[in-house]
């Protein structure tokens, strides 16, 4: 879940993780290009990743991958100005 959703300048990612691993986090413009990504290392259960500098991203539709290596999941985050 990313909160808030609209965001402006930051947002907070929040997750569960069957396991401690390395998470890659990768956000994608509506074309696909890349914009920012992180390498995060999850613990099992909970997580949280603070995304910021979102008012250097135009207004618009994005999408945040989370890879752990095993699994793939995608959600829309909106930023907004």
């Known amino acids: ?9 930051s947002a907070t990612l929040r997750f569960n993780s069957d396991r401690s691993s390395l998470v890659s986090i990768r ?8 914009v920012w990504s992180r390498q995060y290392k999850a613990s099992e259960g909970p997580n949280t990743v603070p995304i910021d500098q979102l008012q250097l991203l135009p207004t618009g539709m994005y999408i945040l991958q989370l890879n752990d290596g095993e699994k ?9 100005h």
């Open 1 to 9: 879940m990313i909160t808030p959703n609209p965001a402006s300048s």
């Open 27 to 34: 956000m994608t413009n509506s074309i696909g290009a890349p």
């Open 72 to 80: 793939t999941s995608a959600m829309k985050i909106f930023i907004r």
